[in-house]
């Protein structure tokens, strides 16, 4: 027996960073292993580095799966293999999201390429929970938290949001999208139900 690995994944200002934090506070989620992509070792930090310059488009997605690959490692293997349970603030999706848009002038289907480079080693998500919203509402938060990255621009947001519906359209019994263009107590309370009901 093992635990579960559940995902958390949405464009940037769809309000699941917020959620989380909430969600480490809540009782009932005491003894699970809260970790995020990228992380904070030294990987991570080259892929915040990557994000905020100008590197190519292809070295980026690479520097996140070798984040990804430490990840699973150091993190996820070990907790789960001593039953834990994990949620992770994005994960394999986010790469195949996002990058599936910045390699678009680069491969036909990029989404199925970046998941070609993940297939046999990576862990697929017990459960994976789709912060929906609309990305005129995304980047309006976003704007209102500081500097954007390259990431939160309109235009790239709608792709990217395309991008995750197609990934749950492909696998709906892995995917629950949650409409997060409510309040955060709301969708706070939905997720903590999708949450204890599945673990």
């Known amino acids: 027996m093992s635990g579960k690995l559940i995902t958390l994944e949405g464009i940037d200002g769809s ?36 994000i905020h310059s100008n590197t190519d488009h292809l070295a980026e997605l690479f520097l996140f799966t070798a984040d990804h690959a430490e990840h699973i490692s150091k993190v996820i293997q070990p907790a789960l293999k001593n039953e834990k349970n994990v949620i992770s603030d994005r994960y394999s999706d986010s790469r195949y999201a996002y990058q599936g848009v910045t390699l678009s002038s680069r491969f036909d289907d990029p989404i199925k390429w970046i998941q070609s480079i993940h297939s046999g080693w990576t862990i697929v998500p017990d459960m994976t929970i789709l912060f929906d919203i609309d990305p005129k509402i995304a980047v309006e938060r976003c704007g209102n938290r500081g500097k954007q990255t390259k990431f939160e621009k309109i235009g790239f947001l709608e792709r990217v949001r395309a991008n995750y519906l197609r990934l749950a359209k492909e696998e709906p019994q892995r995917f629950v999208i949650v409409d997060t263009d409510r309040s955060i107590e709301k969708i706070e309370a939905d997720v903590v139900g999708l949450l204890t009901s599945f673990v």
Do not use: C, D, Y
Request: net charge neutral.
């Open 15 to 50: 309000g699941k960073s917020t959620v989380l934090e909430q969600l480490k506070a809540h009782p009932v989620m005491s003894s699970v292993v809260f970790t995020r992509e990228p992380t904070t070792g030294w990987i991570g930090n080259a892929v915040e580095h990557a």
